[in-house]
């Protein structure tokens, strides 16, 4: 079974401020991680995604996540926020090979402040 | 080219009617998921097709739920009848044959749910 923790349903940053949204996983497999963006009134959207490769993971929009085994994370930073970086963010699990299913955390609001 | 269309956008229905949700993949993508997020709560999978075939329905939550996809094009999903708990944002997802989640699904917008 696969699950993923994000901690923090509610994250508030200053513009110009570093991003750190954070993810936890549980996957009795070698995963797949992804991190998906939901702008307001739109769909979601796949900011990147870790498929066993590198484990510093570079995405659109200047943010990156990194998969650390050790501690199960795959964190996802922006060194400096942007107002249009606000929107739901979340992380999701799949199992690597077969095996279609994305199982999703509970998300994170990000808002941005001036 | 085009992206996963889903509609309507919103649906508010009563205790009870159906509603049948719809979505249009990318044109040529085999692989078509549904997922939905209950409000507050995570987005969870329900189902899975492949061309007009169900690979996993293990995520559907009873029987008043019925997906269908035929011809392999357009998928519905329809709710009979409604009751409160199924609010929420239905989700449409495709992706290419012999692709999955490793590769990254397309999302359409979504459908928002709501029962009175």
């Known amino acids: 079974a696969q699950s993923v923790t994000q901690l923090g349903s509610h994250v508030s940053v200053s513009e110009g401020a570093l991003v750190l949204l954070r993810c936890n996983y549980s996957?009795?497999?070698?995963?797949?991680l992804f991190w998906y963006v939901q702008y307001p009134n739109q769909g979601l959207q796949l900011l990147l995604k870790?498929?066993?490769?590198?484990?510093l993971v570079k995405g659109i929009n200047g943010f990156e996540a990194e998969f650390k085994k050790s501690e199960t994370s795959f964190h996802l930073t922006k060194p400096s926020a942007h107002m249009s970086d606000a929107a739901e963010y979340f992380c999701?699990?799949?199992?690597?090979?077969?095996?279609?299913?994305?199982?999703f955390g509970t998300g994170t609001q990000l808002k941005v402040e001036l | 080219e085009a992206g996963v269309t889903q509609f309507p956008s919103h649906s508010v229905i009563e205790k009870g009617q159906t509603v049948t949700l719809r979505c249009d993949p990318i044109?040529?993508?085999?692989?078509l998921y549904w997922y939905r997020r209950v409000m507050g709560k995570e987005i969870k999978f329900l189902l899975h097709?492949?061309?007009?075939?169900?690979?996993?329905e293990s995520g559907m939550p009873n029987n008043r739920f019925l997906a269908e996809r035929t011809g392999g094009t357009y998928s519905t999903l329809k709710v009979q009848p409604a009751e409160l708990e199924d609010s929420g944002v239905y989700f449409c997802?495709?992706?290419?044959?012999?692709?999955?989640?490793?590769?990254?699904?397309?999302f359409g917008s979504g459908t928002r749910l709501t029962v009175v």
């Open positions: 870790y498929t066993s490769a590198a484990t």
């Open positions: 997802a495709s992706s290419l044959a012999g692709t999955g989640a490793g590769y990254g699904y397309t």
């Open positions: 996957s009795s497999v070698p995963p797949y």
């Open positions: 097709f492949v061309k007009e075939s169900k690979q996993d």
């Open positions: 999701a699990v799949s199992r690597t090979g077969g095996g279609n299913k994305l199982t």
């Open positions: 044109s040529g993508h085999d692989n």
